[in-house]
C-alpha cells in the first residue's frame, strides 16, 4: 500500500503509521484522513499485525491540527458534514480492536490533540505540545475533543484547555493525565516500539477483549459495564490462550501465546 500523506511500514507485528505532510507540520487535509481511513480498516483486518505506532514525519510536529484552508466557506450543513467525517476516521481509531500507540513527536494542536486522544496510549517526547486552539478560530474541538478530553482528564481542565486555546507542553500534559510518558525526542520512537513489543507478546485475544471492556467504561453506567467485563471474561476463558498462560505460570515459564 501507498499513500501520498502517510509513510507506513510493519516490523515484528508492529505497524509504524507517519503522517508524512512535514511542509505542513503534519496537519490532515482531507487526502490525509481518507488515506489514514484506508490504511486502518486495512491494519484493522490484517492478521500480520498486533500493535500500531502514530506518529508524525519530522521533528518538529506529530499532528498540528486540521488544514486551515479546509475550513473557509464552510456552512452550517458542510460544517457538520466535515466534523462527522474527522470523527469517524477517530472513531475507527479507537475501536481498532488492536492497540494504537500514539507517539507524539512535536505539536498536537487541534486535530492533533483529538487524534492523540483517540489512540489507546500516548507517549510524547519532551518537545511535545497539546492542545485544542479551535476558540481562536471562532470554531469549537470537532474531531472528538469535547468529548474525550473531558472523560481523560476531567471536566475542570478540558474546560480550560478548550475555552482558552492555550496548550501545555508535555510534562504538563503528564501531570494531568494527558500523557502516559514523556522521553527524550531521541528515545520517543525506541520506547515505543519497546512498549509495542511488550503488549504484542501478550495473548492478543486478551488484548481485543480489554480494550472492548475499557471503551465501553465511557459509554455504559457501572453495572453495564462491569456485565460486559464479566462476559467478555468468560470468552476469554474460551480460549486456548488462558490455558497457556495459566500452564506457563504454573510451570515457571513464559507463554507461547497462539492468538487462538
Given at each position: 500500500?501507498?499513500?501520498?500523506?502517510l509513510?507506513y511500514?510493519v516490523?515484528n507485528?508492529?505497524?509504524?503509521?507517519?503522517?508524512?505532510?512535514?511542509e505542513?507540520?503534519?496537519?490532515?487535509?482531507?487526502?490525509?484522513?481518507?488515506e489514514?481511513m484506508?490504511?486502518m480498516?486495512?491494519?484493522?483486518?490484517?492478521?500480520?499485525?498486533?500493535?500500531?505506532?502514530?506518529?508524525?514525519?519530522?521533528e518538529?510536529?506529530?499532528?498540528?491540527?486540521?488544514?486551515?484552508?479546509?475550513?473557509?466557506g464552510?456552512?452550517?450543513?458542510?460544517?457538520?458534514?466535515?466534523?462527522?467525517?474527522?470523527?469517524?476516521?477517530?472513531?475507527l481509531?479507537?475501536?481498532?480492536?488492536?492497540?494504537?500507540?500514539?507517539?507524539?513527536n512535536?505539536?498536537?494542536?487541534?486535530?492533533?490533540?483529538?487524534?492523540?486522544?483517540?489512540?489507546?496510549?500516548?507517549l510524547?517526547?519532551?518537545n511535545?505540545?497539546?492542545?485544542?486552539?479551535?476558540?481562536?478560530?471562532g470554531?469549537i474541538?470537532?474531531?472528538?475533543?469535547?468529548?474525550?478530553?473531558?472523560?481523560?482528564?476531567?471536566?475542570?481542565?478540558?474546560m480550560?484547555?478548550?475555552?482558552?486555546?492555550?496548550?501545555?507542553?508535555?510534562?504538563?500534559?503528564?501531570?494531568?493525565?494527558?500523557?502516559?510518558?514523556?522521553?527524550?525526542?531521541?528515545d520517543?520512537?525506541?520506547?515505543?516500539?519497546?512498549?509495542?513489543?511488550?503488549?504484542?507478546?501478550m495473548?492478543?485475544?486478551?488484548?481485543?477483549?480489554?480494550?472492548?471492556?475499557?471503551?465501553?467504561a465511557?459509554?455504559?453506567?457501572?453495572?453495564?459495564?462491569?456485565?460486559r467485563?464479566?462476559?467478555?471474561?468468560?470468552?476469554?476463558?474460551?480460549?486456548?490462550?488462558?490455558?497457556?498462560?495459566?500452564?506457563?505460570?504454573?510451570?515457571?515459564?513464559?507463554p507461547?501465546f497462539?492468538?487462538?
Amino acid at each position: 500500500m501507498t499513500f501520498q500523506t502517510l509513510l507506513y511500514a510493519v516490523e515484528n507485528r508492529i505497524a509504524i503509521v507517519t503522517v508524512n505532510r512535514p511542509e505542513k507540520l503534519n496537519a490532515l487535509n482531507a487526502q490525509a484522513k481518507a488515506e489514514l481511513m484506508e490504511l486502518m480498516t486495512a491494519l484493522r483486518n490484517n492478521d500480520g499485525v498486533d500493535v500500531v505506532i502514530l506518529t508524525g514525519a519530522g521533528e518538529k510536529s506529530f499532528v498540528a491540527g486540521t488544514d486551515i484552508g479546509e475550513l473557509a466557506g464552510l456552512d452550517v450543513h458542510s460544517g457538520k458534514e466535515f466534523s462527522k467525517k474527522g470523527q469517524e476516521v477517530f472513531d475507527l481509531v479507537e475501536n481498532l480492536g488492536k492497540p494504537v500507540i500514539a507517539a507524539v513527536n512535536g505539536y498536537a494542536l487541534g486535530g492533533g490533540c483529538e487524534l492523540a486522544l483517540a489512540c489507546h496510549i500516548r507517549l510524547a517526547s519532551e518537545n511535545a505540545r497539546f492542545g485544542q486552539p479551535e476558540v481562536n478560530l471562532g470554531i469549537i474541538p470537532g474531531y472528538g475533543g469535547t468529548q474525550r478530553l473531558p472523560r481523560l482528564i476531567g471536566k475542570g481542565r478540558a474546560m480550560e484547555l478548550i475555552l482558552t486555546g492555550v496548550p501545555i507542553d508535555a510534562h504538563e500534559a503528564y501531570r494531568i493525565g494527558l500523557v502516559n510518558r514523556v522521553y527524550p525526542l531521541a528515545d520517543l520512537m525506541p520506547k515505543a516500539r519497546a512498549m509495542a513489543a511488550l503488549i504484542g507478546s501478550m495473548g492478543q485475544r486478551a488484548i481485543h477483549f480489554a480494550l472492548e471492556a475499557i471503551n465501553v467504561a465511557d459509554q455504559t453506567p457501572l453495572l453495564e459495564g462491569l456485565h460486559r467485563e464479566a462476559t467478555l471474561f468468560g470468552d476469554c476463558c474460551n480460549t486456548q490462550d488462558v490455558k497457556e498462560g495459566t500452564r506457563a505460570f504454573l510451570e515457571k515459564r513464559k507463554p507461547s501465546f497462539k492468538n487462538r
